[in-house]
Nanobody, 116 residues
């Protein structure tokens, strides 16, 4: 499985960005998809995840501002980010978790910078 993420960039405080991630290859293996982020000097954290059935979860800091969605037919996952804050600045990574224990895939990160 290969994951290609896009949509990062520079935005002002309060602005919006939409991240997209497309999965290719053996995408039928994918059970759930998620977005993680890693800010400078911090550990990578789960931002939002969504199962193939559409159940979504979010880290508390983004609830009400971010929305994750998934198109199973196109093997894509999006993250709509609204009301962005400087603390959302990070490299965002797309992740695909499979039905096979311990097998997960990562895309290359995309940088999101929120200016104050």
């Amino acid at each position: 499985v290969q994951l290609q993420a896009s949509g990062g960039g520079l935005v002002q405080h309060g602005g919006s960005l939409r991240l997209s991630c497309a999965a290719s290859g053996s995408s039928s293996r994918i059970r759930a998809m998620a977005w993680y982020r890693q800010a400078p000097g911090k550990q990578r954290e789960l931002v939002a995840g969504i199962t193939s059935g559409g159940s979504a979860n979010y880290v508390d800091s983004v609830k009400g501002r971010f929305t994750i969605s998934r198109d199973n037919a196109k093997n894509t996952v999006q993250l709509q980010m609204n009301s962005l804050k400087p603390e959302d600045t990070a490299v965002y990574y797309c992740n695909a978790d499979t039905y096979y224990a311990g097998i997960t895939y990562w895309g290359k990160g995309t940088l999101v910078t929120v200016s104050s």
